[in-house]
DNA sequence: AACTATTTTTAAGTATACTTAAAAATTTAT
DNA sequence: ATAAATTTTTAAGTATACTTAAAAATAGTT
């Protein structure tokens, strides 16, 4: 399948996970095309059985639809895992990377590398991997530092963005995942989070806040 | 520039490096087009200064066109090398997915393999790396088997192909870049050449001889 | 040199993946 | 409930990269 089809596939699987109101506008946004864009492709993937599309409700993905969207997934979060380990890249640089090799791998090269890193389950931004039926074996008991209780102590579990900013704010102050962190403070009116690192103190807003999953203790999401 | 563009430029580079005879045709076999599209795209890396075209003239390449051939090749056997290295897949395989990973690796990530490596001079077919500026600083002084003399030792120094056929006979009888052979005799009316691998004779016809590149000694070619 | 075969070019058309503009439906706010 | 705002859809059109069919030019053969 082409790549804006298996981009298209993902965006939905994505958006799919995080909220209930997966329609074309939202994709359009994700992928950077136009609303008619989305809905025209949504059209085309309803005849190639990869989602189900009915006028003015969400999209849902088949089966079929969601097995691709997982397959390209493991490979983008894969390939991240093999740049992270063997190059000095950052976290943004090895999505810039991965966003387009995912659609290049073959399920061979996928499974080499998975092989070669050890069949890793989380990529370097504490994603899961699914493995190579497409299956997620981790639950995640991670939430945003958002909902955080003030005065514990926890650990990164997740840095979900894309964004070249974010990832160079946590370079810059020792967010990274696995890394200890407490929360000294919720600013819960004005919706901010303030957090120790490595003894410095950091007032984070919500766009970050709300990015930044952690764990209570070190068990179920660090298996790095 | 588009994957279909990059695979044109690179097909005239290497068929000018040949051949003195690159006309529209012979790139549209090598790329599996029809003649036609093959003269359309001509037409189109003209606009863009890619290529010369004359009407019914050989295509050359420009400067520009030279580079960007170089620069794509560059990342081939780049990527050939270290997923020869790092993986357990055949000369056939890395080839297959080098042809895709060519077209989605940036300029950084390109560096960062060439310096995992070390910078090597030759991929595991013995075809050269570019550097980062474009530029071959190996000699070869490699011939074909073709053209080899009797009685004399060779060391393999490179197997000009991508033809998964090839590839399997050479591994089935132990035909590697850097492996000594000797040639026994040289049936030239008949086109055929016999060497000795390995205390076992084989009989080499001329789709063979003729792209099995090897060296007297192990100087030039040989630096892996 | 003339004929034939081959190659190249032109012309017309297709599929994919987008665009903008306007109509239709839905959602939100008053 | 009505109006306004937003989103979705339709319609029409574009660029890229191909196709087949036929015309034009070149290259090879007698
Ligand atoms: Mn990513
Ligand atoms: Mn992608
Ligand atoms: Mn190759
Ligand atoms: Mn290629």
Known sequence: MSVAVENFVKAVYKNAKRTNDTKPGI???????????????????????????????????????????LNVIRKHRLWESLLFKMFDMSLHDIHREAELLEHQTSDLLANKISEYLGNPKFDPHGDPIPD??????????????????????????????????????????????????????????????????????ILLNEDFSTIIYVNENESKNVQH
């Open 27 to 69: 994709i359009a946004k994700e992928l950077g095309i136009s609303n008619a864009a989305a809905t025209d492709m949504a059209k085309k993937l309803a005849v190639k059985d990869l989602l189900h599309y009915e006028k003015y409700q969400e999209l849902k993905l088949t089966v079929k639809g969601n097995q691709m969207a």
């Open 132 to 201: 190579k039926n497409g299956i997620i074996t981790t639950t995640d008991t991670s939430f945003t530092l958002s909902k955080a209780n003030e005065g514990k102590t926890y650990i990164i579990s997740r840095l979900m963005s894309d964004d070249k900013e974010f990832f160079d704010f946590c370079a810059q102050h020792g967010l990274k995942y696995g890394n200890t962190i407490t929360v000294s403070k919720q600013f819960i009116k004005n919706k901010m989070t303030q957090i120790v690192v490595n003894n410095n103190t």
